[in-house]
């Protein structure tokens, strides 16, 4: 079975829809979305109904730390609620329900699928460096786990040895998933990538092959930083978008 691997959309239609357009030069057989369908981004309402669509036709989907149904506590940082709640008044009652009830963890087989790590799924810790990836094989017996929420792509492998070994990829290019390993695979962002690309990212897991390979997406970035200075958000996501960090 072929996977594609989507986490991190953030409302950003154009990226989104720049993905499932390379897709369809693939040969799929699942679709996974790993949480944060909105948040930053101009188009919330599109992603979350492109979303449900596919999850009617079979795709599944997790929730994120930003796919939130009601407004942001007043814990949070003043551009934090700010994104949140204009996102929120955004959707309608359909939309709102169909954000509440995503899982936030999904298992597969010997995968788990997890917004940000099995270490405490809800509280959205991310999988940053060797680490936090040691605190997700401790919390997870899963051979392979697959993450989002960081926005830059990154594999780690846990060996025989119990080592944490950080690798290095090439987009494009297949990695061999070594059996005698387990590995965390952070997916990256179609919406609002954070490598330095300021291309659209997304990931395909081939089980047959039992390899990964990363993918990144040319998109139109400046018709997504008009549409986010547009609708008054901070100027600081539309710069991200442009450059890619």
């Not at 597969?108 to 936090?132: F, T």
């Not at 944490?164 to 290019?173: A, L, V």
Request: hydrophobic share 45%.
């Amino acid at each position: 079975m072929r996977l594609a691997l989507l986490s991190d959309i953030h409302a950003n239609k154009e990226a989104f829809e720049a993905v499932l357009t390379d897709l369809e030069q693939h040969d799929i057989d699942q679709l996974v979305f790993l949480g944060d369908v909105v948040g930053y981004g101009p188009d919330p309402e599109w992603c979350v109904d492109t979303l449900e669509l596919l999850v009617k036709e079979g795709a599944l989907a997790l929730r994120g730390n930003h796919d939130r149904s009601t407004p942001a506590p007043d814990s949070l940082n003043p551009a934090a609620r700010k994104i949140i709640d204009w996102t929120v008044n955004r959707l309608n009652a359909r939309q709102r329900l169909f954000l509440a009830d995503l899982p936030y963890q999904l298992v597969l087989g010997d995968l788990l699928c997890v917004h940000a790590s099995p270490d405490q799924p809800q509280q959205w810790c991310p999988v940053s460096d060797a680490a936090a990836a040691a605190a997700s094989f401790a919390a997870s017996a899963a051979r392979v786990i697959l993450c989002g929420h960081v926005h830059r792509p990154a594999l780690y492998s846990l060996d025989l040895a119990s080592k944490i070994n950080t690798h290095g990829f090439t987009p494009r290019t297949a990695i061999p998933l070594l059996a005698s390993r387990r590995w965390l695979a952070v997916i990256g962002s179609v919406g609002q990538p954070r490598d330095g690309s300021g291309c659209a990212g997304y990931a395909i897991l081939d089980q047959a092959q039992n390899s990964l390979s990363y993918r990144q997406v040319a998109y139109d970035s400046l018709t997504t930083a008009d549409k986010v200075r547009a609708a008054q958000l901070p100027e600081a996501f539309a710069r991200r978008l442009i450059l890619g960090v």
